[in-house]
């Protein structure tokens, strides 16, 4: 059964002590406050990086090949390294254990047309595997297949921001589109898989890499390799395989193990490893921080606490004299204290929220910067948790005094 008359004399309590109240409740609010602002960030920060790297594979490994900084065998620096389909082929059969998916990579620029529609795009030639490594989810028709790689055939697959510039509502899938003067058969369209990721890469248009080839320059070069290794590997095991593979390119084309601008790879696995340990050093510091914040709401909330009991200790021996128990005068100051850190901790909570919602934090790296809801209360629970024991002791020592002794106090 409720005891309202309980909760009512509380209430008066508080209302008669506006100034004592509303420290306790600014200590216990701001402390809060910073808690969730703190963490807040810390999970911004870990977002950023995770968004950053959502639209490829998390086994993924990109190839890059550039010039020569130092001299070896007789070749001389700045020598231009040039990917080719023997060294695909090399690195596909090679490695076929630890290797997932493999492609190549032919980057062109075109003047796409349908009709009196006209835009400029980004063309990516590549293998069939290269749907898998770059999470490119078909939304129509079908990706790039083998067949098209045997016969060179002219087909493309275009971005879902693609069909809205070029066709609206018009259905696509087996329409003809100039590029650079040069007629594509569409045979599907893919929108990214990752929410939220870069709209650029929905107005990408693949082709074959084989046709590519034939087309822009009759050769069988290729910009870049990309893959992805098997997933049985470990953290370790992946970077080492990484690096099996720039140094197996650069035993092929001849070039000194310690020049790292001729071949360079971006291992998903070391940036995994990097972020991983940046996200426990983050953690950490914001885990001391949090708990200083919170030690420091935890020793105000307490100081307070002390303070009215003392400032009440006339109060109690009154009620003692009419004939209150002492566990009665002990569950008012608990139950004071309670329902101030309570709603004080609740007001911390939106106004760290308010606060974190009020700023673009993306310049900075922050993104949807929040903290857990559970994270705040077991904060908030901590400072009831103090600011009951630190009203209980103190309470207690003053509830078992005698009333003409608590009367006497000055």
């Given amino acids: 059964m409720i005891d309202l008359d309980l909760f009512r004399e509380i209430f008066q309590s508080l209302n008669k002590n506006k100034l004592r109240t509303l420290l306790s409740g600014f200590t216990v609010a701001f402390a809060i406050m910073l808690f969730t602002i703190l963490f807040g960030i810390a999970n911004g920060f870990q977002n950023t990086f995770n968004n950053e790297f959502n639209g490829d594979a998390n086994n993924s490994i990109f190839i890059y090949s550039g010039r020569t900084s130092k001299a070896v065998e007789g070749y001389q620096t700045g020598r231009r390294i040039q990917f080719d389909n023997p060294l695909y082929e090399t690195l596909k059969e090679e490695f076929s254990d630890d290797i997932e998916f493999i492609t190549g990579r032919v980057y062109k620029n075109v003047t796409a047309t349908f009709g009196t529609e006209k835009s400029n795009y980004s063309v990516r030639a590549v293998n069939p595997d290269h749907q898998f490594i770059e999470k490119s989810e078909m939304k129509y028709g079908r990706f790039i297949n ?104 650069k035993d092929v084309f001849f070039v000194a193990d310690n ?20 996200n426990a050093v983050l953690a950490i510091l914001v885990l001391i921080i949090g708990m200083g914040t919170l030690v420091a709401g935890v020793v105000g909330i307490s100081n307070i606490m002390i303070f009215i009991v003392k400032e009440r200790t006339k109060e109690i021996g009154i009620r003692k004299a009419l004939g209150a128990p002492p566990n009665s005068i002990i569950l008012i100051i ?77």
């Fill in 146 to 249: 083998p067949l098209d790689l045997e016969n060179n055939t002219k087909n493309i697959v275009i971005g879902n921001l693609v069909v809205e510039d070029l066709f609206g509502d018009v259905d696509p899938i087996g329409k003809y589109i100039d590029l650079n003067k040069i007629k594509f058969k569409v045979v599907g369209v893919f929108v990214e898989r990752t929410e939220g990721s870069d709209s650029n890469e929905a107005r990408v248009i693949y082709m074959p890499i084989s046709t590519a080839q034939k087309i822009y320059g009759n050769n069988d070069y290729i910009d870049q390799i990309n893959l992805t290794y098997n997933t049985n590997l470990s953290e370790q095991e992946a970077i080492a395989f990484g690096n099996n593979i720039v140094n197996k390119i």
């Fill in 259 to 278: 020049d790292q601008s001729a071949v360079r790879a971006r291992n998903r696995a070391r940036e995994n490893q990097e972020i991983t340990q940046f």
């Fill in 334 to 410: 608990i139950l004071e204290s309670i329902f101030i850190t309570a709603i004080a901790g609740y007001v911390g909570l939106l106004l760290g929220g308010g606060v974190l919602n009020s700023f673009d934090l993306e310049d900075y790296w922050i993104t949807d910067p929040g903290v857990s809801t559970s994270l705040v209360m077991a904060a908030t629970i901590t400072l009831v948790v103090a600011g009951t024991l630190a009203g209980y002791i103190p309470a207690k020592r003053a509830a078992s005094i005698k009333p003409i002794v608590a009367l006497r106090d000055e």
